[in-house]
């Protein structure tokens, strides 16, 4: 595990807006950049870098170098160059995901409140969550997290295409076992939600090793974006990439989307459109083990 005083140290390095704007030249070299080698990272001089800062003397120049190296820089013979966490840590001054809260009109869109079932919902962001509240009960429902980078310069139907798309994006990478947040490895494991109380039977919650993102949700939307349920949708004229909150809370509240246990290590997950149904059997951690297409007869379902 990362130890608090190395960390802490690191992050004091930051602390000096010369050193911000060595980075952000560094990041700026990268974005003008469009040299294909095979080392595409950009290595610049001392000269180049004293050339794009607002330095007071090449002695300050120097000593901040030097306060970078290592960490956010590596020195190579023609200069330096990012290394990984100078890189990650400038693009999250450049998204200005260090600002906090950011300004969001709330916008009605279409849809019944699933507490009052007025047609009266708007999307709201609070907190860099971006809600359904209803506007007659108040109540609100939906929690989609969303970056201030992701908020600013969008309209409301853009920001919820843009957080489908991650949403979608989540659940598929921690389904590859690969954190969103890290790349680190990632555990899965059922749970009964039923013994919760929920009105869902099973839901399957993932946590990444290495920086405790947790995700959970029921099985059908950890495996909606598998290729298997992508061509289902496809052929029966739905777009799995477009999915909403909405449209998914739905097809768990009509049970057209269900999961059932099937043996002590597999789940069957079965998504229906129409009379058209896909059933995906899966082991513990989420590997598909089958698919089979079916079509129901709904004279003998009735």
């Known amino acids: 595990m990362p130890n608090e005083e190395e960390a802490?140290?690191?992050?004091?390095?930051?602390?000096?807006?010369?050193?911000?704007?060595?980075?952000?030249?560094?990041?700026?070299?990268?974005?003008?950049?469009?040299?294909?080698?095979?080392?595409?990272?950009?290595?610049?001089?001392?000269?180049?870098?004293?050339?794009r800062i607002d330095a007071d003397s090449t002695s300050q120049l120097s000593y901040h170098l030097e306060k970078l190296d290592g960490t956010y820089l590596r020195q190579v013979d023609e200069g330096w160059k990012f290394t990984f966490a100078g890189e990650s840590?400038?693009?999250?001054?450049?998204?200005?995901?260090?600002?906090?809260?950011?300004?969001?009109?709330?916008?009605?869109?279409?849809?019944?409140?699933?507490?009052?079932?007025?047609?009266?919902?708007?999307?709201?962001?609070?907190?860099?969550?971006?809600?359904?509240?209803?506007?007659?009960?108040?109540?609100?429902?939906?929690?989609?997290?969303?970056?201030?980078?992701?908020?600013?310069?969008?309209?409301?139907?853009?920001?919820?295409?843009?957080?489908?798309?991650?949403?979608?994006?989540?659940?598929?990478?921690?389904?590859?076992?690969?954190?969103?947040?890290?790349?680190?490895?990632?555990?899965?494991?059922?749970?009964?939600?039923?013994?919760a109380g929920?009105?869902?039977?099973?839901?399957?919650?993932?946590?990444?090793?290495?920086?405790?993102?947790?995700?959970?949700?029921?099985p059908s939307i950890w495996l909606a974006t598998h290729p298997a349920s992508t061509a289902f949708h496809w052929d029966n004229g739905i777009d799995a990439r477009t999915f909403g909150f909405r449209y998914l809370l739905n097809r768990l509240e009509s049970g057209d989307w269900r999961t059932e246990r099937v043996a002590p290590d597999e789940y069957e997950t079965t998504y229906r459109v129409d009379d058209a149904e896909l059933r995906l059997t899966v082991d513990d951690d989420l590997s598909v083990l089958r698919t089979e297409r079916v079509r129901r007869n709904s004279a003998l379902d009735t």
């Open 8 to 51: 802490a140290e690191a992050f004091g390095v930051l602390a000096d807006p010369t050193r911000i704007a060595i980075l952000r030249a560094f990041a700026e070299a990268l974005d003008q950049n469009d040299d294909w080698s095979d080392d595409p990272m950009p290595i610049l001089s001392f000269s180049d870098v004293y050339e």
């Open 89 to 195: 840590v400038v693009r999250l001054f450049l998204s200005g995901a260090y600002a906090g809260s950011v300004t969001f009109e709330p916008v009605a869109v279409e849809g019944r409140c699933p507490f009052c079932d007025a047609e009266a919902l708007r999307v709201v962001v609070d907190d860099l969550a971006l809600l359904y509240e209803c506007n007659d009960c108040e109540r609100r429902t939906g929690g989609m997290h969303v970056t201030p980078a992701q908020v600013r310069g969008r309209d409301a139907e853009s920001l919820l295409a843009s957080a489908n798309a991650d949403r979608a994006t989540l659940f598929w990478r921690f389904r590859e076992n690969i954190c969103n947040e890290c790349g680190g490895a990632v555990d899965v494991e059922f749970h009964d939600g039923s013994a």
């Open 198 to 218: 929920s009105d869902v039977k099973w839901t399957v919650r993932g946590r990444c090793r290495q920086c405790w993102r947790v995700v959970h949700g029921p």
